[in-house]
């Protein structure tokens, strides 16, 4: 079956880098596009990244353009997250999340189980 | 960029009412929208693509329809198990801010 595991919570300072980590299995890797979404605390959904293994083509949001970095690794199937010079308000849940395609723009149908990213002094 | 306006933001209906949920878009997405259902401290669940294509597994209860700019995500015979928060997203991208579905 189909699963996307997260690596584990991060408390950082501000300032630093998190990188979070997205392990797959269950189906073909470079077949399949892969989704970054991040929640706050009581918040919606954030839509961050995403990432095509097959030619590692990548799209950012606007609002993180140049904090955020998506990457892949086909030889472990597994998909990365960078954010760099964290703040207070990058506090959140992130979320991958598998696109039901190769292409941008499709849904994404499997969820990982979530890593909570806490930015504290 | 394209926002997503979903309405209403909280929605409280009885078991057995169909709900209506609404989500419009600042600018045409054709077809590219999607439906999520989110309960408390659970990732989001696909429930519908394509604006009226179910997803895997999801009961017929759900559908959706709507093309270019409104959508809509309609729930019949509402049970206590969709109370949930229900995100549209356009594109695979951008989310709307959410619609809470209160079963009482």
């Known amino acids: 079956q189909v699963q996307l595991v997260q690596s584990g919570p991060e408390v950082k300072r501000p300032g630093a880098s998190v990188k979070v980590s997205c392990k797959t299995s269950?189906?073909?890797?470079?077949?399949?596009?892969v989704g970054w979404v991040r929640q706050a605390p009581g918040q919606g959904l954030e839509w961050l990244a995403w990432?095509?293994?097959?030619?590692?083509?990548?799209k950012y949001a606007q609002k993180l353009q140049g904090r955020v970095t998506v990457t892949t690794d086909t030889s472990t199937k597994t998909a990365y997250m960078e954010l760099r010079s964290l703040r207070s308000d990058d506090t959140a849940v992130y979320y991958c999340?598998?696109?039901?395609?190769?292409?941008?723009?499709?849904?994404?149908?499997?969820w990982g189980q979530g890593t909570l990213v806490t930015v504290s002094s | 960029e394209i926002v997503l306006t979903q309405s209403p933001d909280t929605l409280s209906l009885s078991p057995g009412d169909r709900a209506t949920l609404s989500c419009r878009a600042s600018?045409?997405?054709?077809?590219?929208l999607a439906w999520y259902q989110q309960k408390p401290g659970q990732a989001p669940r696909l429930l519908v693509y394509?604006?009226?294509n179910r997803a895997t597994g999801i009961p017929a209860r759900f559908s959706g329809s709507g093309s270019g700019t409104d959508f809509t995500l309609s729930i019949s015979s509402l049970e206590p198990e969709d109370s949930a928060v229900y995100y549209c997203?356009?594109?695979?991208?951008?989310f709307g801010q959410g619609t809470k579905l209160e079963i009482k």
């Open positions: 394509d604006a009226s």
């Open positions: 999340a598998r696109s039901r395609g190769y292409s941008f723009g499709t849904p994404l149908d499997y």
């Open positions: 997203q356009q594109s695979g991208a951008t």
């Open positions: 990432i095509t293994p097959y030619t590692r083509s990548t």
């Open positions: 600018q045409s997405v054709s077809s590219y």
């Open positions: 269950g189906y073909t890797f470079s077949t399949y596009g």
